[in-house]
């Protein structure tokens, strides 16, 4: 039987019944409404006076009622007109503690609950620490709620990609369409429903007595749910606010299995493109030729740093058999970055090797017929594709150097001690015409000449506060690194773009070739 | 939780008054009749006057801690077979040991929930 108010206080109500007894009561009490005296003091032998006793009450409410009244019995000469405002003040004090405890009582039974929930979410989050799988918390969810709650069922279901997943503690007491009824119904009315099963249409030919559904929503769509079965005593307030706030913290865990799994799956498609990328670059880089070519009277030297895995820059050499003091040289940027312009790049140069040996057979090998001759050919393929491809072309004899540039910028020439000073294409890039406008230039070179021939990833590149190096930077180093060999100056070249960039990441594929002749 | 439980009378000794109301609106929700002592010391009175079906004891307590208490329970024929719980937020493993030495029927972590603590009070009680 509960603790009545009348009994948890006893002390205090003692202490008011005892100063009145201090103050000349007979006696002095609390009693409840059936008349049963609950506590009752007195002093002394029961009275022998037989001058008539005062009896005072005043009633004791709580929340409106009253519980029950204190009453004293005073001898006639203590009684006063205060005496009964006195009693008043008892009465108003001791409903005053009363509620008080009654707010107490509330107050704790909150605390427990919440206290309640704040473990079941630690346990539910422990059993389901390091579980990734959809599954897994399904079947996590099923026995913690079932366990915690002693059901006869637990059901955590979950619906994906048109299937019907769940996991069940122990087993299940309703069958998978009337589970699925269940965890619709809940959806629909956006919030948990209890229902008795003998008085629901959804599960009346079950033999269940009573059912919790509690919705589950992840990312606003996906629906899961959880569905008790069979609580002896019921559902009430306390037991779905407790499992609202674990499939809550459920909800929030599948959402973060989710999340992981397709991160998985991205990073696993991330690695997969990551080594065919890598393997790209290493045709590409084998592509370009893999040592520089000798040749009398010209120091060469030619690099490519591509800006991605793979670029669309190239450079090549072609060179007469048994020649050593001929050599044809291209330069080329393909319009675009990364896999698109990598094979239209592989494209290229195999139709300008091809082009060059064939033209070297005939005789004919200029420049501009090679260059005339691959746009013939590439115009179609490029144009289809919306691309196109800046190509500079030269050839080395012992006569000199002739050259044809087809859209292709910086090509800067600086002879020895003097000023560099920059050429003009002579042609818009391959793939835009369907003829080739540009012509041979000739250039009869000195000892101590240098010609760099670079692609626009050295004077477009960025500093971190967005300033561009530009082609009269580029001069000036040309100008200032024209005393050293082909290598030295590429190096150079490559360290001040570098600098430049400030660790910002290289925006284009950068590729340069230096022709030096030999003092 | 049989009805033989839901009359059974619990001691709860602990010196925290929110852990002492807490325990004890669970207990008295549930049907059991609850005293609570705030030590050892208070515990031992209370038993000398009151009788009761199990207790739930901490063990960090002034005056008489838990385990103390525990082994003066033991030694006293009166009390040798009661149920005792040891309620104790302490978590190390040498409190468990120590309380499993000195006779404890059953040992509990706090934060203990109400599930727990209702199933583990039934339990003890029903043997």
């Known amino acids: 039987m509960p603790t009545s108010p009348f009994q948890k206080h006893h002390k205090q109500i003692e202490a008011i019944a005892r100063a009145w007894l201090a103050a000349g ?4 009490g609390v009693r409840v409404p059936s008349g049963l005296t609950a506590h009752e003091w ?12 005062q009896m005072l ?16 019995e005073l001898p006639p000469a203590e009684y006063c007109h205060h005496s009964q405002m006195r009693l008043n003040t008892d009465a108003q004090l001791i409903t005053r503690l009363f509620e008080a405890e009654d707010e107490l009582t509330t107050m704790t039974g909150e605390l427990v609950e919440a206290h309640d929930q704040l473990i079941a979410i630690y346990d539910l989050t422990e059993s389901a620490r390091n579980r990734i799988s959809i599954h897994e918390l399904l079947n996590a969810l099923a026995h913690v709620a079932g366990r915690l709650l002693g059901v006869g069922s637990a059901s955590a279901l979950a619906q994906f990609n048109g299937e019907l997943i769940g996991s069940h503690y122990p087993l299940p007491l309703l069958d998978e369409r009337d589970l699925h009824v269940l965890m619709q119904s ?18 009346r030919y079950s033999v269940v007595e009573n059912v919790l559904v509690e919705p589950i929503t992840i990312r606003g769509t996906l629906q899961a749910g959880l569905v008790l079965v069979d609580r002896a005593g019921g559902f009430g307030s306390p037991e779905i606010k407790l499992i609202h706030a674990i499939t809550q913290q459920m909800g929030a865990q599948m959402e973060n299995a989710l999340l992981y799994q397709e991160s998985l799956a991205q990073a696993r498609l991330q690695a997969r493109i990551h080594t065919e990328m890598e393997v790209a670059q290493r045709v590409q880089t084998r592509l370009l030729p893999q040592t520089t070519p000798r040749v009398a009277g010209l120091d060469i030297f030619a690099a490519s740093r591509p800006a991605r895995e793979v670029g669309g820059d190239m450079f090549d050499f072609v060179a007469p058999l048994h020649s050593q003091d001929e050599i044809v040289m291209f330069l080329c940027d393909v319009s675009g970055k990364g896999m698109p312009a990598a094979l239209l790049m592989a494209m290229t140069r195999t139709m300008l090797r091809a082009k060059t040996k064939s033209l070297m057979a005939s005789g004919n090998c200029t420049p501009r017929a090679i260059l005339a001759d691959a746009n013939e050919d590439l115009y179609d393929d490029f144009t289809e594709v919306g691309m196109f491809v800046t190509a500079f072309a030269a050839r080395y004899t012992s006569k000199g150097l002739v050259f044809t540039s087809a859209g292709h910028s910086p090509v800067i020439f600086c002879p020895a001690g003097g000023t560099p000073r920059l050429f003009a294409a002579d042609a818009p890039p391959l793939g835009v015409l369907t003829d080739y406008l540009g012509f041979d230039q000739h250039l009869a070179l000195q000892p101590g000449d240098v010609m760099v021939i670079a692609t626009d990833g050295f004077v477009e590149a960025s500093s971190p506060n967005g300033a561009m190096f530009g082609v009269e930077r580029l001069l000036g180093l040309v100008q200032s690194l024209a005393e050293r060999p082909a290598a030295a100056i590429a190096q150079a070249l490559y360290d001040a773009v570098e600098q430049f960039q400030g660790g910002e990441p290289q925006a284009d594929d950068q590729t340069v070739l230096i022709l030096k002749t030999r003092s | 939780v049989n009805q033989q439980t839901m009359t059974a009378t619990i001691l709860i000794v602990d010196d925290y008054p929110v852990i002492q109301r807490t325990l004890s609106h669970t207990l008295t929700k549930h049907g059991y009749e609850v005293h609570i002592a705030g030590d050892g010391l208070a515990a031992l009175a209370l038993l000398s006057g009151a009788a009761v079906d199990a207790a739930i004891v901490d063990i960090a307590m002034p005056e008489m801690d838990g385990l103390t208490l525990l082994q003066t329970l033991r030694a006293d ?3 040798v077979d009661l149920p005792v719980i040891i309620l104790t937020a302490s978590g190390q493993d040498e409190d468990r040991m120590a309380a499993e030495a000195a006779g404890a029927t059953r040992f509990l972590n706090k934060p203990v929930s109400s599930h727990q603590l209702l199933e583990t009070v039934a339990e003890v009680l029903n043997g």
């Open chain 1, 42 to 53: 007195c002093v002394g032998e029961p009275s022998q006076d037989t001058l008539p006793t």
């Open chain 1, 186 to 203: 809940a959806h629909h009315a956006g919030r948990s429903i209890t229902l008795d099963g003998r008085s629901n249409n959804l599960i």
């Open chain 1, 25 to 28: 009561a007979l006696t002095a």
């Open chain 2, 77 to 79: 024929a009166r009390h």
């Open chain 1, 57 to 72: 009450t005043a009633a004791i409410n709580m929340g409106g009622h009253g519980v029950g009244e204190i009453y004293v």
